[in-house]
C-alpha cells in the first residue's frame, strides 16, 4: 500500500474521463512516433500493445503488465516522447513489483524525454513523481522524497493531485523542514477553499495539521487538529477502520501532551490498541531499540513513537515516524530501528489482523552500551586534513540541517564561482552537503561522487575519504536499507589497497558492516578482527567500539566471563554488572496496574532500563518501549522503582549494578 493511498484512490474515480482522453492523445502519439516500426509488418500494431498492456495494469497482472510496458518500449525510438511514456508506465509497473531501483530508473530515465509542457501528460508525470516519492519514503528518505513529491506537486494538473502531493509532502517535510511543511500546508488550505473536499481528505489535512503542531510543541493547537479529524471521520463510533485508528491515536498523542490525560485515555481506548478481543499484542522476538550515541547521536532524553504494521510472516512494513522528542532525525533514527523487528509467523497469527495495521509504540535508546560514533572520528580526520590545506569542515549543530543546506548551497556556489567546479575548496560544503539529512538520497549520490574525485584527486588519507566512497555507494541503490543491502555495497572496500592497509579505515568499514549484519556470530567475528588488529593503539577509538560491541554480544549469549574479560580491553569504567559479576538475586516487585488503564480495559507492557544500587535499590530506571504508547509507561517504571534486589558489596558504595532490563507486563484478571 502506497503512503497517501486513500488520497490516491479517491483521485483515481475522479479522474476516469480525463485519463481516458489523455490515454487516447498518447495512444495516437506513440503510433505516430513509431510509425517506421510498423510498416515492418508486426504481428500487433502499436495501438494494441498500448491497450493491451493498459489492460494488463487496470487488471492488476503485475509480471505481464511489465513484459507489455518492455515489448512497447522496445518498439519506441530511443529519446522520443513514446519512449519516455512507455519508461513511465514501465517504471509504476516496477514498482508494483517492489523493483525500486529499476523503477527510479526508468521512471527518471522517462522523465527527462517526456515534454514538460504537454496537458496530456501531465498524469504521467505526476505519477512517475509520486511513486519516486514513495519509494524513498518508504526507504525513510525523507528528503528524497519531499523533493519528488513537490515536482509531483507541480507536475499535477487537478486539485485532486495537487491535494495528494501537498499532503505527502507535508508529511515527508514534517520531519525534515518544518517550517517547509508549514508553509505545503497552508497551500493545502487555501486550495481546499475554492475546491470542495470530502470528509476523508479533510481528516487527512487536520491529521497534517495536527502532526506537525505535535512535533513542533504547540500541542493544544494539535488537540484540535487531531479532534477536528476524528469528528470528520465520523467521531468516536464503535464502527472503526484504519483511518479511525490513526487519528484517534494521534488525538491521544495530543490531548496527553496537552495536559489533559483523561481525554487522552478516552481516544486511546478507542484506537482498540491494548484491548484485543482475543490474543495479545506479544513483544517482537527481535525488538532491540537503537543505542544512545552511535552515528545518530540518540541521546537518553530523546523518545519516539513511531507507527508500522506487522505483516502475516512476522515481517514490519509500512513504517513511519509519528512523533519525536528530539527532531525529526530523531524520528527517522527510531524508525530506521523499527525495520529490523521481527515477530513469529505463529505470534502474528495470534492477534486479529486489523490490530497489526498501524501499530503504535513509545520507544527510547538504550544506555546499556552506549557506543561511540564512527563517522564522528572520520569526520574529524576530513576537518583535520582540510585544515593541513588551508581550509575548515564547520561543525554542524543537531536539528539544524534544514537551515544550514542553505549555507551550505550557497558556499558551494561561491567556492565554484571563484575556484572552479572541481576545486578544492568546494570539498568543504560539499562534505557537508553529503552529511545534511535535508539532501535527498540522489543528490546525496551526486555530491558524493563529486567529493570523492576531488579528495582521490588532492591525495586524502584514506580515512578522509572513507565516509565519501561509503556514501557514494550506499546512495546508489534505492534499495540500500534492505538486509544485506549495505554490506554488499560497502565490502569491496575491504579489498582495496588504500583501505585494506589503513587500519583505522579497515576497521571503521568492518565496524560499520557489523552494525547493519543481523547474523549475531558473523557480527562478532567481524568485531573480533577489529579488536585483535595489532596495528591499533590500545585506546584507538575504533578498538574501543569494538570491544565495546563485542562485550555488549558476549554478555547477550550468557558469557559473562568473557564480556567481562573484553569490556575490561576497552578502558573504560565497568558499571555493567553483567560485566562485573552475576547480577543481584531479583527479590520482590512494585508498583500497580494503573487505575485508568484497569478503567479502561487496557492491557499492555514496558521494557525498562535500569541500575541497582550496593542496598539492592533500583535507580535510574527509565521505559525504553511501551505498548500502547504512554499508557503503562509511568506504571512500568513505578513497577521497577519498587522493586528489590539482594545487597551486593562495593568499596566505595556506589552503583553495584548498571545496565539490567526488565519487561513488564500488565494484563487483567480474568
Known sequence: MTRGGDMGDAMQIDRVGVFGAGMAAIAAAIVQMAAPAIAQGPATTVQQDFDAATALDAKGDKVAALEAWEKLEARTKPGSRSRGIALIRKSAALFKLDRSDDAVTAARTGLAVLPATDPTLAEDRWRAYYNLGTIAQNALDYAGASDAYASAEAAGDTPSLKASAMLALAETRTFTDPAAAEAVLARVDALVKTTPADAKTKAMIARRHAILALNRGAYEPARVYAIDAVKQLGGMTSQTDINDVSARSDAAIASLMAGKPDDARRYMAMTGAGRLTKGEFDPAVQMDVPPCGGEADLR??????????????????????????????????????????????????????????????????????????????????????????????????????????????????????????????????????????????????????????????????????????????????????????????????????????DPEARSAILLLIAERTNARNRRAVLLQQVADDQRLA???????????????????????????????????????????????????????????????????????????????????????????PFVFTKAGVQTIAGARYSKTFRPDGGVGCGGLSHSVRFKLPG
Open 538 to 628: 590500545a585506546n584507538d577509538p575504533m578498538r574501543v567500539g569494538a570491544l565495546i560491541r563485542l562485550a555488549s554480544l558476549q554478555q547477550q549469549a550468557g558469557d559473562t566471563a568473557t564480556a567481562r574479560a573484553t569490556f575490561d580491553r576497552s578502558g573504560l569504567a565497568a558499571s555493567q554488572c553483567a560485566i562485573l559479576d552475576a547480577p543481584p538475586r531479583f527479590l520482590s516487585a512494585g508498583g500497580t496496574f494503573p487505575d485508568e488503564a484497569m478503567a479502561w480495559g487496557f492491557e499492555g507492557w514496558t521494557r525498562t532500563q535500569f541500575d541497582v544500587g550496593a542496598d539492592g535499590r533500583v535507580l535510574n530506571q527509565r521505559a525504553v518501549l511501551s505498548y500502547p
Open 300 to 501: 537518553p532524553a530523546d523518545m519516539a513513537v513511531v507507527e508500522f504494521t506487522v505483516g502475516d510472516d512476522g515481517v514490519v512494513k509500512d513504517v513511519s515516524p509519528i512523533y519525536a522528542a528530539g527532531g525529526g532525525a530523531v524520528a527517522l533514527e527510531f524508525a530506521r530501528a523499527v525495520r529490523g523487528w521481527s515477530w513469529t509467523p505463529e505470534q502474528a497469527k495470534a492477534f486479529p489482523a486489523f490490530f497489526r495495521y498501524n501499530v503504535r509504540i513509545e520507544m527510547r535508546c538504550s544506555t546499556l552500551f552506549e557506543r561511540p560514533s564512527i563517522g564522528k572520528f572520520l569526520d574529524a580526520d576530513m576537518a583535520t586534513w582540510l585544515e593541513s590545506k588551508g581550509l575548515s569542515l564547520p561543525a554542524g549543530e543537531r536539528g539544524a540541517d534544514a537551515v544550514a543546506v542553505v549555507n551550505q548551497r550557497a558556499a558551494l556556489a561561491a567556492a565554484e564561482t571563484k575556484s572552479g567546479a572541481n576545486s578544492l575548496a568546494t570539498l568543504p560544503p560539499l562534505y557537508q552537503l553529503v552529511n545534511n539529512a535535508v539532501v535527498g538520497r540522489e543528490e546525496t549520490n551526486v555530491f558524493a561522487k563529486r567529493a570523492l574525485a576531488i579528495a582521490e584527486a588532492q591525495g586524502a588519507p584514506a580515512s578522509a575519504r572513507l565516509p565519501l566512497d561509503i556514501s557514494a555507494r550506499v546512495t546508489a541503490s534505492a534499495d540500500s536499507w534492505k538486509d544485506g543491502a549495505f554490506t554488499r555495497a560497502v565490502t569491496p572496500l575491504l579489498s582495496m589497497p588504500i583501505y585494506a592497509n
